[in-house]
């Protein structure tokens, strides 16, 4: 079982919170044994307009570690314009001498589209995950082919080139943050991973352990029609670094084989999670390292 860490990236009211935070944290769960690192991907959130944008600062990361996986849990992909997105994530996976793990969600706050995106409209939920199926698509033939002509709903190119490739072969693994039925079918078909969590304020709802197996046994029948090979799937959960291990435990038996500890002031009971103060995400970080991670060893 591998495990990661997941830093908010949201600091509300605090004003001089240190970047610097996320290389601590990270070099520290390098240090730890950790297998991934990663940060959320939002402009800005209901509680808090003090974001981090996560591409810069994963490429800065890159450069202040060596062996630790990277990624964005997960990049609401219907917000950019695919083919910019695969030119920065091919980047930075040569950067990173191939640590990237892009994660894609069809986003749920619209407010970051208007700010941040006027050019793609909060659509109905449907359609942003068309959108998403739609672009991770081309994002894949990109990567993958060396010139591409794309025609589709809503994004197409014409003898577009991408270059360099990502160093990662065929691409880098890409995991899913979606929870729906048509979502779970559409991850069995074009993902690598599944990525969920139990907060409330999501889409993915409260996925209790119960919960999840029976979405874990979805996903693996839409695997094996799409004839991919679950074993080399990630069945992934992110849950708080406060967890138990018997909280863990139960998540793990019921098929999850990557679990990533929200390292912020959480629990499942909150409308919302509140970033505190520096010293205490490497606390965490550390604390979970110690007191979880060695009983799945």
């Not at 999670?273 to 970080?285: H, I, V």
Request: glycine share 8%; proline share 8%; aromatic share 14%.
């Amino acid at each position: 079982m591998k495990f990661g860490v997941n830093i908010s990236g949201v600091f509300p009211k605090a004003k001089n919170f240190p970047l610097s935070l996320f290389i601590d944290v990270a070099t520290l769960s390098e240090e730890l044994g950790y297998d991934g690192f990663f940060i959320p991907d939002h402009f800005n959130l209901p509680r808090s307009d003090e974001c981090t944008e996560p591409f810069t600062t994963l490429a800065y990361i890159a450069a202040k570690t060596e062996k630790i996986m990277l990624g964005t849990i997960v990049s609401p992909l219907p917000r950019y314009f695919p083919p910019q997105l695969a030119k920065i994530i091919a980047h930075l996976d040569h950067l990173s001498g191939g640590r990237m793990i892009p994660g894609f969600g069809a986003g749920w706050h619209p407010e970051e589209f208007y700010t941040y995106a006027p050019h793609q409209e909060w659509n109905t939920p449907s359609e942003r995950v068309g959108r998403t199926i739609e672009g991770l698509r081309l994002i894949l033939k990109l990567w993958t082919e060396d010139k591409v002509s794309f025609m589709g709903k809503y994004y197409s190119v014409k003898d577009a080139v991408l270059e360099p490739k990502p160093i990662q072969k065929p691409h880098p693994p890409v995991w899913s943050g979606g929870s729906g039925d048509y979502m779970l079918k559409m991850t069995a078909k074009y993902f690598d991973g599944w990525m969920p969590n139990n907060w409330r304020w999501t889409n993915s709802g409260d996925l209790t352990a119960k919960n999840y197996h029976q979405r874990i046994a979805t996903l693996r029948g839409h695997l094996k029609r799409y004839g991919r090979d679950p074993e080399k799937f990630t069945f992934g959960m992110q849950g708080g670094v406060t967890d138990s291990v018997q909280l863990v435990e139960a998540y793990r038996d019921a098929g999850c084989n990557y679990y990533i500890a929200f390292i912020g002031d959480y629990s499942p009971e909150r409308a919302y999670p509140f970033s505190f103060k520096p010293e205490k995400y490497l606390d965490l970080t550390r604390a979970f390292a110690k007191e979880v991670i060695p009983a799945f060893l």
